[in-house]
């Protein structure tokens, strides 16, 4: 079944492209509504996912936004440890520079997407950034963590350490490139952040919310009752997958329409 729910979805065009010596794949709305793109970074954990497993709930959001869809293929550890997929994403969105974007990813994407905003410059940043469930903080403090561990029907909480220590070996987990909650939270653009209130990652979003939001951040955070981890992959099979991905293509379709201008209010 989770291979047809990777591959149910609409009809696309697509084609792999070089986004600043990063392979990505492209993925074309049936009808392109307005400029700008989505630079989206697939979950997994850091160590497993692709463009390929995401592409059904991209495609759907391309066409809900009418705009194309960028999903860089970065390197996956343990073969990459920290801080390579950091890196690659970084010279993925920083090859959009000049172009009205949005960023976004799932799980260990969204936090990978949020700490990609954190870095980059002012003139290179995105209109908007949004997160499905993101995995924000690798040093594994959120309280949900425990509260919602017999509550999430799909991550286990006993095995975040050993992921943990898959992806950074002797790394730092506050690292900013890894766990955003640790990142200089400057005003930076809007931010919508999505998660289920049963999820062990629950409380990753909500901190984050919280830090930027201290910090003069627009954050919008939705919170779906008793959902799955990133149910936006269940389009098709679930009305609230649909229903989020809805909300996410009207925020890509504020964000991308302002001029560049009004790109951080």
Known sequence: MACRIFL???????????????PALEILPRRVTGEGVILF????????????THRAMMARLADLSGRRVLMPDY???PEHRFPAA?????RAARALSGTPWVIGGDSAGGGLA???????????????????????????????????????????????GELVNLVLADADPSDPRVS??????????????QVS?????????????????????????????DAPHVWQMLDGWVPEAREALRHV???VETRLSLPRSGSGS
Not at 182 to 191: E, I, M, N, S, Y
Not at 202 to 209: E, F, H, I, K, P
Request: hydrophobic share 40%.
């Open 180 to 193: 955003p909650l640790f990142a200089q939270a400057g005003l930076g653009t809007p931010v919508l952040l």
């Open 249 to 251: 293509a009207a925020f």
């Open 114 to 160: 949020l700490a990609v905003r954190a870095a980059l410059d002012p003139d290179d940043a995105p209109r908007g950034a949004f997160a499905f469930s993101p995995w924000t903080d690798l040093t594994l403090t959120g309280q949900s963590l425990g509260a919602n561990a017999e509550r999430d029907c799909l991550l286990p909480a006993d095995r975040a």
């Open 86 to 90: 950091f890196d690659d994403a970084l």
């Open 197 to 225: 209130d049963t999820e062990i990652l629950r409380d990753d979003t909500m901190r984050l919310a919280d830090r930027l939001r201290e910090a003069g951040t627009d954050v919008t955070v939705e919170t779906w009752p």
């Open 75 to 77: 390197r996956l550890a």
């Open 8 to 22: 149910h979805g609409p009809r696309h065009d697509e084609r792999k492209i070089d986004l600043g010596g990063v």
């Open 41 to 52: 970074l697939h979950g997994g954990g850091y160590v497993a996912g692709s463009p390929r």
